[in-house]
């Protein structure tokens, strides 16, 4: 059984910042992409940033030069830090990864962690 497990969303002002970190656990042979999503009220999920197994990153274009993915591979975790934070910022962030878990590759999703940008 694998779990993803995210942490670090808060409330906090416009222009202040956040680190979100995700920590995939359990029985894990290896982990290749790893992601992370959004989703505001009434709006569909987004990929708002990924890093593959070599570290290549892709962001969405509203947040490039704000945010940045990161992976600590030795920890089975991932960050997504978040910089000069604005209101259409606030949404539910979910992590995301493809795992081989038991000589299978599936991709685990994180419960969401909320993020709130408000004055």
């Known amino acids: 059984q694998v779990q993803l497990v995210e942490s670090g969303g808060a409330l906090v002002q416009p222009g202040g910042s956040l680190r979100l970190s995700c920590a995939a656990s359990g029985s894990i042979f290896s982990i290749n992409a790893m992601g992370w999503y959004r989703q505001a009220p009434g709006k569909q999920r987004e990929l708002v940033a990924s890093?593959?197994?070599?570290?290549?990153?892709n962001y969405v274009d509203s947040v490039k030069g704000r945010f940045t993915i990161s992976r600590d591979n030795a920890k089975n975790t991932w960050y997504l830090q978040m910089n000069s934070l604005k209101p259409e910022d606030t949404a539910v962030y979910y992590c995301?990864?493809?795992?081989?878990?038991?000589?299978?590759?599936?991709?685990?999703w994180g419960q969401g962690t909320q993020v709130t940008v408000s004055s």
């Open positions: 995301n990864a493809a795992i081989l878990n038991t000589g299978t590759w599936r991709v685990y």
């Open positions: 890093i593959n197994s070599v570290g290549g990153t």
